[in-house]
């Protein structure tokens, strides 16, 4: 299977659908849910308002649209900056495998929906290296992350990305750093002002993240939980081990993307345990430089034993999820 992905093919994106649809088969048996608490930033309110009510079969499409955009946004940006030997579909087939070993990461989420700002914010990031103008860049960074932080409370942790990763891809200059703090501080302060207008200005403490150091994970299937978890893990360690065969043989800049996306996986892991409101849904966002690295595995070695190998333990994983979920729904339908 993995060699189809291999090939830079229009075709591709159909196959992509295509396994989408099979690897959240258990969709087909139990309607798909819109995970929102009100709580954890703007995208969850209005996901409440207009989302949440929306026919079954409008909610399976739009989720398989989303996952479908990403996973293809996530290939074209690493096939931009040529960061594999060669191009193809194989980090697009990481994203959509990844998205669906996890039970709570196949509903339409705020993490999901963020996961079109994170990739966003890497593209920007990567325009860096070359940029003669670059506080046009920066700024435009910093202020997507102003606006996502407001959307999405525990996408605040990007912002120790962003910082790291000016000093990865630039040369130290005081003046790039106060326009990327000042591009992340002026959507907040567009906020205050439209509060202060309106005579609400004691509510903005509730568009800022709210730390909490000792958070506990929402109500979780712990069996499916731990199997989903581990396997990501193994997935991930697998791309971490092809990545490193190849990234010295690349240029500067490509290094230093990847250094990006290696603070940026092990960065985001951290936010489901500081941010209040966070849960398992949030480790999604991890998925998004996981495919890279996953993607990797499954492109560069030249012989496909350990790419097939990797593929059917992601797809095995997958299947008895589906099953044990489709068993778990008809026992409650039956009761």
Known sequence: MVFLFRDKSVIN?????????????????????????????????????????????????????????????????LDQYRMYPQAGYTAALAYVLLTAIIKEWSAISSALIANFLLIWMLMK???????QFPKTVLFNLGFIMGLSIMGYHPIAIMVLVLLFSLGIMRAFQLQEWFVLLMGILLP????????????????????????????NLFPIHKKLLITGSLTFLVAVITGLFSWQQFNSRLVIQMRKNWSVLVLTLFIVMVSPFIFRYAGITTFLMAAVPASTFVGAAFSYPKRLILPNLLFWILVAVIVLNNLELIVSNSSISAT
């Open 125 to 131: 990031v990567a325009r860096l290296y070359n940029q």
């Open 13 to 77: 994106i159909l196959f992509l659908l295509l396994l989408s649809m099979a690897v959240h088969t258990h969709l087909f048996f139990t309607p798909i849910t819109v995970l929102e608490t009100g709580d954890d930033g703007l995208i969850s309110i209005y996901l409440q308002q207009f989302i949440a009510e929306l026919n079954p079969t409008l909610l399976f499409i739009l989720y398989q649209l989303i996952i479908l955009l990403q996973a293809i946004r996530i290939n074209l940006f």
């Open 188 to 215: 907040f302060y567009f906020l205050i002002a439209w509060l202060y207008v309106y005579d609400v200005p004691q509510t903005f403490l509730h568009y800022l993240p709210k730390f909490y150091f000792n958070n």
